[in-house]
Nanobody, 124 residues
Framework: QVQLVESGGGLVQAGGSLRLSCAAS????????MGWFRQAPGKEREFVAA????????YYADSVKGRFTISRDNAKKMVYLQMNSLKPEDTAVYSC?????????????????WGQGTQVTVSS
């Protein structure tokens, strides 16, 4: 069982940066593949970024590639999403997710556990 709690969201101007954090509970955190997803009002939840259990592999949605960076610290049971050059279209609730898998995963149904999410609002 894994519980996930996100933090770090807020209001930022276009071009600015935010760093999201996801704190995980559970003794086997290092065995989990982790991902970030986002959901804008009236839209489906979409994949943002993912990182393998060992942090050896990462994968990004085309819309954030080159601007966002996912990382993890297994000793601290933390996952991060550094978001730079933010755009108004990045506005959404961002959620982290965990899957007991060694691969990098990009599909919602592949994840077993979800956090409540943190709001990110980018003003133009």
């Amino acid at each position: 069982q894994v519980q996930l709690v996100e933090s770090g969201g807020g209001l930022v101007q276009a071009g600015g940066s935010l760093r999201l954090s996801c704190a995980a509970s559970g003794r086997t955190f290092s065995s989990y593949s982790m991902g970030w997803f986002r959901q804008a009002p009236g839209k489906e939840r979409e994949f943002v970024a993912a990182i393998s259990w060992s942090a050896g592999s990462t994968y990004y949605a085309d819309s954030v590639k080159g601007r966002f960076t996912i990382s993890r610290d297994n000793a601290k049971k933390m996952v991060y999403l550094q978001m730079n050059s933010l755009k108004p279209e990045d506005t959404a609730v961002y959620s982290c997710a965990a899957a007991l898998d060694f691969r990098v995963l990009s599909k919602k149904y592949e994840y077993d556990y979800w956090g409540q999410g943190t709001q990110v609002t980018v003003s133009s």
